[in-house]
């Protein structure tokens, strides 16, 4: 049973461009959450999306906006790149929204110059 | 809002020392804890988690009680191993029905041979 997995592991922008990242969520979990965990810190919740839809955000800017498809996958989109946007972006997926149910991809590093 | 304070580190001990990581959260009514751990270059693991007041989590060796009182879920092991080695977070998710997780900003620990 593959867990959640994410792509790319690694991608390097520059500042003001956009951004797409992916996110196969854990069989039978309907629930996508994405958080940002910059260098040496915690993750940060950044939303979550259940039945294609996005039900919680945390303190993000519009420049970060998702989708979730039909078959519960996920995307993570940046607009207008900033430096401090560089940070690893963590997938987590749940069945019916718990929390005690997420399971973490390994995460796709961002890097922005 | 719902805040998570967790001991800093790095902290470097030699095998079978013993461990304990301070963990806080300040949080309105029940939230439910968790410790996740994440290994170089992956993604995190559930490690354990409490949802009630004076429940103990436990995984691995690794132990965790609830505290109501103390509003504390210190994160202990009696004997670690080189393979323990890794950054270890206290998270909460709060109560009624908040189910993003809201993390600590980690502690990275070294076990030495």
């Known amino acids: 049973d593959a867990g959640v997995t994410q792509s790319p592991t690694h991608l390097i922008k520059t500042r003001g461009q956009q951004v797409t990242l992916r996110c196969s969520p854990k069989?039978?979990?309907?629930?996508v959450s994405w958080y940002q965990q910059a260098l040496g810190q915690g993750p940060q919740f950044i939303f979550q999306?259940?039945?294609?839809?996005?039900?919680q955000r945390g303190n993000f800017p519009d420049r970060f906006s998702g989708h979730q498809f039909p078959n519960y996958s996920s995307e993570l989109n940046v607009n207008a790149l900033l430096l401090g946007d560089s940070a690893l972006y963590l997938c987590?997926?749940?069945?019916?929204?718990?929390?005690?149910?997420?399971?973490f991809g390994p995460g796709t590093r961002l890097t922005v110059l | 809002g719902d805040s998570v304070t967790q001991m800093e580190g790095p902290v470097t001990l030699s095998e079978e020392a013993c461990l304990t990581i301070?963990?806080?959260?300040?949080?309105?009514?029940?939230?439910?804890l968790f410790w996740y751990v994440q290994y170089p270059g992956e993604g995190l693991q559930l490690l354990l988690k409490?949802?009630?007041?004076?429940d103990k989590g436990s995984n691995k060796g690794f132990e965790a009680t609830y505290r109501k009182e103390t509003t504390s879920f210190h994160l202990e092991k009696g004997s670690v191993q080189v393979s323990d080695s890794a950054v270890y977070f206290c998270?909460?998710?709060?109560?009624?029905?908040?189910?993003?997780?809201?993390f600590g900003k980690g502690m990275k620990l070294t076990v030495n041979p």
């Open positions: 999306y259940y039945e294609e839809e996005e039900r």
């Open positions: 987590a997926s749940s069945l019916d929204q718990r929390a005690d149910t997420q399971y």
């Open positions: 301070n963990c806080t959260y300040t949080a309105t009514g029940y939230p439910s």
């Open positions: 409490a949802t009630k007041a004076d």
């Open positions: 998270a909460l998710s709060a109560q009624g029905g908040s189910e993003k997780l809201v």
């Open positions: 069989s039978g979990h309907d629930t």
